[in-house]
């Protein structure tokens, strides 16, 4: 009863900067959410956990991302957003975002891919 979708995927040259959005929707009253993280994972790769927040804005990084991502979240839009500064073409990957309820199962978007270019 909840849906993520991710927006903001596109191509875009070493050294440049993107933004990902994340809106829930559905019964956010009932499956209220705690942790939002985003995920990324390129073909033969594995899935990587790229950034976290909490509902209360307690924001965890991947080490290869500190200091270029960052991760927010509006509780009262329901979105989380992921800002990507100094891309690198190995950021390449989708981006897939995710919402970890206080209590069921989690609930994962379809991703939106990114690619930097050298």
């Excluded at 209360?56 to 991302?65: E, F, H």
């Excluded at 190995?90 to 609930?107: K, L």
Aim: include cysteine; glycine fraction near 12%; charged fraction near 20%.
């Amino acid at each position: 009863q909840v849906q993520l979708v991710e927006t903001g995927g596109g191509l875009v040259q070493a050294g440049g900067s993107l933004r990902l959005s994340c809106a829930a929707s559905g019964n956010l009253h009932r499956f209220s959410i705690n942790t939002m993280s985003w995920y990324r994972q390129a073909p033969g790769d594995r899935r990587e956990l790229v950034a976290s927040v909490s509902s209360g804005g307690s924001a965890n990084y991947a080490d290869s991302v500190k200091g270029r991502f960052t991760i927010s979240r509006d509780n009262a839009k329901n979105t989380v957003d992921l800002q990507m500064n100094n891309l690198k073409p190995e950021d390449t990957a989708v981006y897939i975002c995710s919402a970890a309820p206080y209590y069921g199962r989690d609930y994962w978007g379809k991703g939106t891919l990114v690619t930097v270019s050298s």
